[in-house]
């Protein structure tokens, strides 16, 4: 598709500067905002609390649900171009804004991400191209279907085919028995079962691709979560066997360029013990957004996984970023702000920034609560063994999990 660029700095004959726009207004809208007015772009967001992360540092932020035809008027006439934060803004309202506005990615991609069901459908569709298939499942819609779960996917995963997020609308479950009662405990929506997996490890690939076909990305991270959410991300020189490293960035590329996507694109992807050396790949689910176990990009590589949104929805180049440090990067979630005790607390930031090669990122949420992501902490070194000192320092003045599964 051919794109004329929309630079930064540019000013239009009504004077209106080059502006960008984002669907969503959480950490990534933040980080996306960030990003977009270092280049010199104007930014808009749309986010119906007043207080969103992104909001609060956007040149604009229209404060409507997001599928408000006003609200949606006002961001197309603001902005050259739009994005999206997280997966779940209406497909519909991406379209409506696409009738005006490049929107990027297309609602089409958002749809797929937005539904376990389609994600999984797609990535069995793309599987002889990108040569890894996801995890064995079946689709439950009806009593007939649940009835039908064939013996060998339990034990299993419950999931949620909509709204599922950081392991939330997700029930293990041992036989048919609890298989019934979680489908009944979850009001009987739309889930996929999946087969539970025995998994050596899990990592990710982000990409990016242009709105003329071109692909760049970032090497494979490693990711450890701590019930359902991530705690941990590795991103270093053999952080993983680079078969599957190779395997993993090819598969992530055929995937974006089966759906023509356009932007940055996350695919997760577990290694499983199948009693071989490396383990073997298998494909989770699918983020059409950065991702958190990016996130160390914005302090280890010359061009961050937010760069690259900007400069992929906005049709500037798509540079090959260069990861000039290894780096790991540590979630901060809510827990942090309380002791053991369960009282609030102030994180010792005095003791964790005089560490070298820290890097503390928090979003502006004001309320912490356990769970909630409040920012995440990027370790930067010049070799991998002092990075991993460091993020264990740092662990243990925050009281951080999950940095043992690493080794
Ligand atoms: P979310 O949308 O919450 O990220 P995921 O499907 O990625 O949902 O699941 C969250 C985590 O739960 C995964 O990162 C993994 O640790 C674990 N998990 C999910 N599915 C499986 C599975 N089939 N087998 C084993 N572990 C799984
Ligand atoms: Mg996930």
Same mark, same amino acid.
């Given at each position: 598709m051919s794109f004329s660029p929309i630079f930064p700095g540019a000013v239009d004959v009504s004077g209106q500067p080059a502006t960008l726009g984002v669907m969503g207004g959480g950490q990534l809208g933040r980080m996306f905002v960030h990003a977009a007015q270092r280049l010199g772009y104007f930014t808009a967001v749309l986010d @119906?609390? @007043?207080?969103?992360p992104a909001g609060r540092v956007s040149h604009h932020h229209i404060q409507t649900a997001y599928n408000n035809d006003k609200g949606l008027q006002q961001l197309a006439s603001l902005c050259a171009a739009v994005t999206t934060e997280f997966e779940n803004v209406p497909a519909d309202a991406l379209q409506a804004l696409a009738v005006s506005r490049p929107v990027a990615p297309g609602a089409a991609a958002v749809a797929i991400a937005q539904n376990r069901i389609e994600e999984k459908a797609h990535f069995t569709a793309s599987a002889g191209v990108a040569g890894v298939t996801c995890a064995p499942y079946a689709v439950i819609e009806t009593p007939a279907q649940l009835m039908a779960? @064939?013996?060998? +996917? +339990?034990p299993g995963i419950l999931k949620t085919?909509?709204?599922?997020?950081?392991?939330?609308g997700q029930v293990r479950v041992a036989d048919m028995a609890e298989l019934a009662v979680a489908w009944a405990d979850l009001k009987g929506v739309a889930c996929v079962l999946e087969k539970l997996l025995p998994l050596k490890a899990e990592c990710s690939v982000i990409v990016a691709r242009g709105w003329d076909g071109t692909v760049t990305g970032f090497a494979p991270q490693r990711n450890v979560h701590v019930g359902g959410i991530l705690a941990v991300t590795a991103a270093y020189e053999?952080?993983? @066997?680079s078969a599957l490293a190779q395997r993993a960035r090819t598969a992530t590329k055929l995937i974006a360029n089966h759906i023509g996507y356009v932007g940055v694109l996350c695919v997760e992807f577990f290694v499983i013990d199948d009693g071989s050396a490396d383990g073997a790949l298998v494909v989770n689910e699918m983020a059409p957004r950065p991702h958190?176990?990016?996130?160390y990009t914005m302090d280890?590589?010359?061009?961050?996984q937010f760069d690259l949104q900007v400069h992929a929805m906005a049709g500037l180049p798509l540079p090959a970023p260069r990861q000039h440090s290894p780096a790991i990067m540590l979630n901060l979630l809510g827990d942090v702000w309380f002791d053991a005790a369960g009282e609030p607390r102030t994180p010792d930031w005095q003791a964790v920034l005089a560490l070298p090669g820290t890097h503390l990122h928090l979003y502006g949420k004001l309320e912490a609560r356990p769970g909630r992501k409040m920012g995440h902490l990027n370790i930067t070194g010049a070799d991998i063994a002092s990075v991993k000192a460091v993020a264990r320092q740092v662990a243990n003045i925050l009281s951080l999990p999950g940095l043992d599964a690493l080794e």
């Open positions: @119906p609390d @007043p207080q969103s779960v @064939p013996a060998e +996917l +339990l085919a909509r709204m599922g997020y950081d392991g939330k053999g952080n993983m @066997p958190n176990s990016g996130h280890a590589c010359d061009v961050s």
